[in-house]
């Protein structure tokens, strides 16, 4: 079982952060990823400033939102442990930055209706 370092809680739908999580991946260049099983994590291997390595990315739903957590489970070769989570950071922030650019800054236009702002 992998020990995820990097735990992110995010109001949003899991379907839409799992969604968020790949669109960022294919962002990155990495094109090759795979969930382990119905639901699973996702394992890709990704280089973040520079560094290449092979992450596990899952999102679940947590008792007050969705949970998003990133762990390098295989790092560079001389990889400091420092070094290991700026880039699990990295992965989850630009997940973060992704869903509130497009669901906070740009709302979907029924988003707007029902706050009475159309």
């Known amino acids: 079982m ?6 992110r809680l995010l109001p949003y739908s899991r379907h839409l952060v799992s969604l ?3 669109d960022v991946l294919e962002q990155e260049g990495c094109l090759d990823f795979v969930r382990e ?3 699973g994590a996702v394992l890709a291997h990704v280089t973040v400033y520079g560094n290449p390595g ?3 990315i899952a999102v ?3 008792p007050a ?3 998003l957590a990133v762990s390098i489970t295989e790092p560079r070769p001389g990889r400091s442990p420092e070094g290991q989570r700026r880039a699990e950071n990295y992965l ?3 997940v973060e930055q992704l869903m509130e650019n497009e669901l906070r800054l740009n ?3 029924l988003a707007l209706e029902e706050r009475g702002m159309a």
């Open 2 to 7: 992998i020990e995820y370092r990097v735990c």
């Open 20 to 22: 968020a999580v790949c």
């Open 37 to 39: 099983g119905a639901g």
């Open 54 to 56: 092979r992450f596990s």
């Open 60 to 62: 679940r739903d947590g």
């Open 65 to 67: 939102g969705t949970e």
């Open 92 to 94: 989850a922030d630009r």
């Open 107 to 109: 709302p979907p236009p």
